[in-house]
């Protein structure tokens, strides 16, 4: 297992409705705000117990020269509070610290809590920051002691969001006088030797010079036509050898290439197989259509109660929610509730509709479609599945890597093999009947406490995990690290490209949901998988394990195995595992 902390991307802060009844105040002094967004004004997050949402519309950048930020807070009424924070690329930037205790009381005269953000210097990057904030108090009222009773104590989580720049620190280090620390006598040197040099030796060194860079830089044009013709006689000619080249000559890229036992990646490769049209693969409508499509599985709002929030983004939300049953009001059913805030576009609303309907009429015990919907004139739509207790699977992996968590139970290896099993065996019946996902990852799943897996469709996933979308030019946010290299290149979907993705999902849980080539530009992913590099062999993962991932990474799509393959093949594993303990 691995047991280092790998925390989410972005430092930024949501916050929930704030349901205490005192008078909890969070906000940004003037300084602060003028230096994160050049405006001399308070940021209110919470005032006077009202959360103000529009503060946590964008995520806000910290420049690099900013090592820390100030948050002023206070209540009037007693509030405890409990402080946790998740971080993207823990290379780039280590734990933050707080100068106040990670538990206690909220304050009830105005201070500042300072939160530093110590980068690590060890590489240049945009660490994406959750800072979160628990909020309990007790509830005040009197009008009713059996109120206050039942209503015990409120508790609002909320997440702070932001975006640091840290530099590697060499950069840092090398001013505009190089490495040298003797720059005041550098200069005063310089400045003896030039007081002491003629003009005509100056103009002498100044042709030099010029004639130097003249000569320079036409051989580094030359260079480069040179090095561009070669590369096209070397991409004409890629797919037409027969060597492993690619695999196992030395490479100047800074991420571990794939071992040498992979598969041949660079096996001819001529065409790669057409898109498959799903059966219930439904294209954007306009809202009426949209609605129409699912007027049959549609029960009335008033039996549908919204609980806490499980899931927020920029205009998309998850609740815990209740079905109350048609015919017996008594009898209650736990669901996952999907749905948009009211910033929502006519647009956003569509899509969340039709992607929810990717699954819908298939039925396998490790698929999770929608059960109902609720699309009543003049509210919000809302899509119902059924209520898995330990949610997103993604969500959950990180949980158990945080060594603070109250984790339910430690996964062990035996258990993450079986999940993979359950998500293969999915797969599986989405192949037979002809569906391709086109977006298979830990983040499109769901778990209960019983470690039982279900495939979700994709509704609402770029809002709610932004960092892993990317748009490469063209309007459109796709899952570029979990894409195979046909689907970057000519936007070819099949069982193939699935079976891609399926080996990355493998990935995310034999690393406990870190984020696949994180180290690699978006726009780099196609040429990067071209050259033969893959993400490296996790720690702590078998040999065998890491072979099934890396067949599914072949360049060839004919030469990746099927699922029904992969289900045989990790069900062998697992059950040698099992003898073994």
């Given at each position: ?14 916050l929930?409705?704030?349901a ?11 300084d ?23 503060a ?29 924070f ?45 800072m ?16 206050s ?13 932001r ?27 310089a ?9 005509s ?9 010029v ?14 036509l ?7 006689v ?11 080249q ?18 041949n990646?660079?096996?001819p490769i ?15 409508l ?5 609605k129409?499509r699912?007027?049959d599985?549609?029960?009335a ?16 939300r ?24 009211e ?12 992607e ?7 039925h396998h ?20 599945l059924?209520?898995m ?5 993604k ?16 996964l062990?290896?035996?258990?993450l093999v ?10 599986s ?10 977006d298979l ?9 019983g ?11 770029r ?5 892993d ?23 070819d ?30 726009f780099e992913m ?19 394990l ?13 030469e ?11 069900t ?10």
């Amino acid at each position: 297992m691995v047991t280092h902390v790998h925390l989410l991307p972005a430092v930024s802060l949501l916050l929930a409705v704030l349901a205490v009844e005192s008078s909890v105040n969070i906000f940004m002094s003037e300084d602060e705000v003028k230096k994160l967004l050049g405006l001399k004004a308070q940021l209110y997050y919470v005032r006077d117990g009202v959360v103000c949402q529009n503060a946590f519309s964008f995520v806000l950048p910290v420049p690099g020269d900013m090592g820390s930020l100030h948050f002023t807070w206070h209540a009037s009424t007693p509030v405890e509070y409990r402080l946790g924070f998740q971080v993207d690329d823990p290379i780039a930037m280590d734990p933050p610290t707080v100068n106040v205790t990670w538990n206690g009381a909220v304050p009830r005269l105005p201070s500042v809590f300072r939160v530093n953000l110590p980068c690590t210097g060890r590489v240049e990057s945009e660490v994406a920051l959750l800072m979160q904030l628990n909020l309990t108090a007790t509830s005040t009222s009197t009008t009713s002691t059996a109120t206050s009773t039942a209503a015990g104590k409120n508790v609002t989580t909320l997440n702070f969001k932001r975006r640091k720049s840290c530099s590697r620190q060499a950069d840092l280090d090398e001013g505009p006088l190089g490495p040298s620390t003797d720059g005041h006598g550098g200069a005063t040197v310089a400045v003896a030797a030039a007081a002491a040099a003629t003009t005509s030796t100056r103009v002498f060194y100044i042709s030099v010079g010029v004639c130097c860079a003249v000569i320079f830089l036409v051989a580094l044009v030359l260079a480069l036509l040179h090095i561009h013709s070669m590369k096209k006689v070397e991409e004409d000619s890629l797919f037409d050898s027969e060597s492993t080249q690619g695999l196992s000559q030395p490479s100047t890229q800074t991420t571990q290439c794939l071992r040498a036992d992979t598969p041949n990646n660079a096996a001819p490769i001529t065409n790669y197989p057409s898109l498959k049209i799903e059966k219930n693969d439904l294209k954007p409508l306009n809202l009426p259509e949209a609605k129409s499509r699912v007027r049959d599985i549609a029960v009335a709002r008033e039996r549908v109660t919204l609980k806490q929030v499980l899931q927020e983004g920029t205009f998309g939300r998850i609740y815990h929610g209740v079905l109350l049953d048609e015919k017996d009001p008594k009898v209650e059913k736990e669901v996952f509730v999907k749905t948009v805030n009211e910033h929502a576009s006519e647009v956003q609303v569509v899509l969340m509709l039709t992607e929810s309907c990717k699954l819908r009429g298939l039925h396998h015990r490790n698929l999770l479609p929608i059960c109902a919907v609720c699309v009543d004139e003049g509210e919000r739509p809302l899509v119902l599945l059924p209520l898995m207790s330990w949610g997103n699977l993604k969500l959950f992996l990180r949980q158990c890597k945080l060594a603070e968590a109250n984790n339910p139970q430690s996964l062990s290896q035996q258990d993450l093999v079986n999940i993979a099993i359950q998500i293969a065996c999915g797969m599986s019946y989405l192949t037979k009947r002809e569906v391709v996902h086109r977006d298979l990852a830990a983040r499109n799943c769901v778990i209960d406490e019983g470690l039982h897996v279900k495939i979700t469709d994709t509704a609402l996933a770029r809002d709610l995990f932004p960092m892993d979308y990317h748009c490469l030019g063209d309007n459109v946010n796709r899952p570029v690290r979990w894409m195979a290299l046909e689907g970057l290149l000519h936007h070819d979907f099949s069982p193939a490209s699935d079976v891609w993705a399926f080996g990355v999902t493998l990935w995310e849980l034999m690393t406990l949901g870190q984020t696949p080539y994180a180290e690699i530009d978006p726009f780099e992913m196609a040429a990067y998988l071209k050259d033969g590099f893959r993400i490296p062999q996790p720690c702590n993962c078998p040999d065998e394990l890491f072979a099934v991932m890396a067949c599914c990474w072949a360049l060839d799509p004919e030469e990746r195995p099927k699922f029904t393959q992969l289900v045989q093949c990790l069900t062998e594993f697992h059950a040698a595992l099992t003898a073994y303990v």
